[in-house]
Nanobody, 123 residues
Framework: QVQLVESGGGSVQTGGSLRLSCAVS????????VGWFRQAPGKEREFVAT????????YYADSVKGRFIISRDNAKNTVDLQMNSLKPEDTAVYYC????????????????WGQGTQVTVSS
């Protein structure tokens, strides 16, 4: 079993930055790709970013490309999402998720999920 815990959410004004962190435990962290997804009120969960097991592949949603950076530290069992130039439309609950080895942009392909952390961007 793999457990994921997100942290770092909060409230920020437009143009500000936040850094989310996903702590992973339970199985060798280096075996897993990790993705970030988000869900705004009344909307479906959407892909944000993902990183492969070795950090060699990273993908971003078009809406965050150039503003968000995903990274991982296999020694610390963490995956971070640095979010810059935040916009009100980035407001959502952010979830990290894990799957074996390779990245995916499809949420249903992830086996393990955290409970989420709220990000609120005010104008």
């Amino acid at each position: 079993q793999v457990q994921l815990v997100e942290s770092g959410g909060g409230s920020v004004q437009t143009g500000g930055s936040l850094r989310l962190s996903c702590a992973v435990s339970g199985r060798p962290f280096s075996n897993y790709a990790v993705g970030w997804f988000r869900q705004a009120p009344g909307k479906e969960r959407e892909f944000v970013a993902t990183i492969s097991w070795n950090g060699g592949s990273r993908y971003y949603a078009d809406s965050v490309k150039g503003r968000f950076i995903i990274s991982r530290d296999n020694a610390k069992n963490t995956v971070d999402l640095q979010m810059n130039s935040l916009k009100p439309e980035d407001t959502a609950v952010y979830y990290c998720a894990a799957r074996s080895m390779w990245s995916s942009q499809r949420s249903h392909e992830y086996d393990y999920w955290g409970q989420g952390t709220q990000v609120t961007v005010s104008s």
